[in-house]
T-cell receptor, first 115, second 113 residues
Framework: AQKVTQTQTSISVMEKTTVTMDCVYE???????LFWYKQTASGEIVFLIR??????ENATVGHYSLNFQKPKSSIGLIITATQIEDSAVYFC????????????FGKGTSLVVHP | EAAVTQSPRNKVAVTGGKVTLSCNQT?????MYWYRQDTGHGLRLIHY???????EKGDIPDGYKASRPSQENFSLILELATPSQTSVYFC????????????FGPGTRLTVL
């Protein structure tokens, strides 16, 4: 069975700084996808970034990047030069890359960016 | 732009009544999902579907049924609603043409009195 754990329930940072959100996962599958999603205060949930387990390079999209440490089953989200609008809840998720498409989400980390 | 819509956006139901939540996607994605979100629990998967005619149980399927009559539509059915099913429900679509992530609808706030 898959499991995704986000131990940080909330993080508070100052604007323009860099923040890292932690996520560890458990899976029996040898090939899988890891995702990060953002939920804004309005409730909207949007996909941010994906890491394929077979790729050694960390994924980067805009000011979001990942710190993928496969031996530690860890996929951290790094946000550089944070902005007020980055304040949101961030969810880590995973699913196997073949066969069973059942996704598993973590409980989320709330980020507050202060001016 | 990917599009997932849900109806109704808000619903008040009575205990024991039947509730149907509807979801439509115009992404031509193969898979669709229903989640509920409660404080402290994040997103929990109720049912999902690989395509028209298929439904699969998620992590918390008890008290819920699902129906996927077409590629575009996926419904969540509460035959006998209970107050414990008061929550915010999200539908999502995903998979197809190199898409592995999910696109979420705006959510439905359900209150069961």
């Amino acid at each position: 069975a898959q499991k995704v754990t986000q131990t940080q329930t909330s993080i508070s940072v100052m604007e323009k700084t860099t923040v890292t959100m932690d996520c560890v996962y458990e899976t029996q599958d040898s090939s899988y996808f890891l995702f990060w999603y953002k939920q804004t205060a309005s409730g909207e949930i949007v996909f941010l970034i994906r890491q394929d387990s077979y790729k050694k390079e960390n994924a980067t999209v805009g000011h979001y990047s990942l710190n993928f440490q496969k031996p530690k089953s860890s996929i951290g989200l790094i946000i550089t030069a944070t902005q007020i609008e980055d304040s949101a809840v961030y969810f880590c998720a995973m699913r196997a890359s073949g066969g069973n498409y059942k996704p598993t989400f973590g409980k989320g980390t709330s980020l507050v960016v202060h001016p | 732009e990917a599009a997932v819509t849900q109806s109704p956006r808000n619903k008040v139901a009575v205990t024991g009544g039947k509730v149907t939540l509807s979801c439509n996607q115009t992404n031509n994605h193969n898979n669709m999902y229903w989640y509920r979100q409660d404080t402290g629990h994040g997103l929990r998967l109720i049912h999902y579907s690989y395509g028209a005619g298929s439904t699969e149980k998620g992590d918390i399927p008890d008290g819920y049924k699902a129906s996927r009559p077409s590629q575009e539509n996926f419904s969540l059915i509460l035959e006998l609603a209970t107050p414990s099913q008061t929550s915010v429900y999200f539908c999502a679509s995903g998979e197809g043409l190199g898409v592995y992530e999910q696109y979420f609808g705006p959510g439905t706030r359900l209150t069961v009195l």
